[in-house]
């Protein structure tokens, strides 16, 4: 009886709310002070401004020439457009890859079955600096030049496995018995699919793609040894700029990806809630 | 029996239709490299960078000690510094599994709703930018950051603690970021606690200790292991926390194999590091299915056993 008083007990409900504090702390530190004024000292409150913002979209501000990084923004909106164009076709690729994997390993019997799915697992386990040089030295010796294609190709051959296990999750969950009706009833196998078994497993694949997406949008390791010098990414764009130093536009760069991501994750994970 | 012949026919076609493309664009752009990998690290480094198509065993050789000294030397600070990346990652696990277990107990048992919300905002973070996470403890631990700006407010410390660039901020680094990989599997296995278990045992006198020994550690060990491990992977290969948080004072195994491939240009050295780390984390997976397997022949027998 005691466990049980000892869980109820408020000093248990005191380190959880300790323990969030320390998962959030960070992230709001960077929102509040990317309206720090203090271009030297950034943890140093001195007045509110939105000059920070006001530098990163272009606009002139009162901010000095020394607390920046950027000559210009070009650089800025060039990673960020990288970023987006790598997302999204790899979102694509490989959620139709993994999801064309998961409903293959699911819904039919063949022999290969345990390779695919060692196939799929492998990239869970493999430290992503692995996968980073393995796919460096790959393109180099086989002579295609490091661009924006060759960091779609790396990122898709990660990001089909977590497609596929986010599909093979929903499949799992699915019963059988209504794509057994519908073949009964004599609709053939593309019919099935396309009206019974996609709009059933739709919830995982969208679930799939947003988490694509969202790695893709953020990942460093991989694309840090693959990205050529033209085709910088977000995340590769601020780990260079905080290798140079930190000055204070960084925050506002910061908070704005901050709510991109906070309500990517938000909608995917309600959306996913909702469906099961 | 013709139709089902030529549906079964149909089957074949679809399957191959799903699987084709996949595998072939797998087969070439993520197992081929891999396998490139393994060959480049039995290669002699060339000069600039290149590599010469012979075989040769001494990028192995300097790091786990036959090179002779006429072309590679050993040296024992790639040991050294692989064991560091052992021990830093080994911490991160420890003290990620110290914070998520007592947080994880009180998710578990609130009410649906609250649970629900909680299990939310612990997996949020995972989906922020990890550089911008970094960056928020650079922010914080600096000289002239968060943490040392209210010691010094609150009169605790006179002088500002050095904590960047240290193991220190590394092992906080690590164990910020890998916090919701540790967490979910642990609450899964906390989740699925019998209470009524503690219960028996606390009446049939087993002190909190020993009910905490004997009952919750061994019903909850598959999440702990699972966590573990789940951590202790991107832990024992990651680059960037030692690079953002610990400076040139931070040497990590990542760092060493990334140095090799963008500053040194000894692709077949950086190889052979990169096929240690692989290794070591094979045979890691291999002990965890061992391990496992035992598991689940312990807990087909009834769980009171345990109690005894």
Redo the contacts between chains.
Sequence with gaps: ????K???SSM??I??YF??A???A??F??VI?SFNSNPV????WESFTFDWYKTIFGFTSAATESALYLDSTDQLYAAVQNSLTIALTTTIVATV??T??A??VAR?K?RLKGF?RA?MF??M???????G??????FV?VGIELSVFTII??H???L?SYVFIVVSARIADLDTSLEEASADLGA???VT?RRVTLPMILPGVIGGALLAF?IS??D??ITY?IAGVDSQTL?VF??GM??RG?KPE?NAI?AI??LF??I???VG?YMR?RKS | MASLET?ER??RV??LG??T??TI??AI??????A??VI?SWLEPGLYGGVIWNFYDLNYGRILGWADSKYEKFDLVYLIIFLKSVRLALTTVFISLI??Y??A???S?MSEGKK?L?L?????????????????????L?P???LN?ALLGLGIITEPLHIIFTDVAVIIGMT?IF?PFMFLPLYASIEKLD?SL??AS?DLGAT?FQ?FRRV?FPLTLPGIIGGSIIVF??A?????VP??LGGAKVMMI?NL??QQ??SARN?PF??AL?MI??AS?LLL?IYYVKIMAREDQMTSAPAVKEVS
């Design positions: 009886m005691k466990y049980l000892f869980l109820k248990l409900s380190y959880g323990f969030f320390f998962v959030y960070p992230i530190l960077i002070f000292n950034m943890m140093i890859f993994g064309a994997i409903l293959a039919f063949f695919y196939l492998l990239p386990i493999m430290p992503d600096i692995i996968l040089i393995a796919l460096l030295i790959f010796s190709i790396g898709c051959t990660f089909i053939n196998g593309w699919f969202i949008m953020d460093l390791v040894f995340p601020i780990y905080l290798r930190i960084i910061a990806m901050l991501s906070i990517i994750a938000s994970l809630s | 549906n149909r089957r679809i399957l799903l699987l493309p996949p664009f797998l752009f993520f197992l081929a490299p891999l490139i990998m480049y914070i998520c007592p947080a107990f009180w998710i048992r629900n909680f939310f905002l612990i997996t949020l973070p995972f989906f922020v930018s990890l550089i911008l996470r970094l960056f928020a403890w650079v922010l914080i600096r002239t950051g968060f700006q910020y916090i209470l503690m219960e606390a909190q009910t919750i992977i991107p024992l290969g990651n680059f960037i690079s953002v990542g194999i990334e491939f963008l692709w950086g190889s990169g780390v692989m984390v997976l």
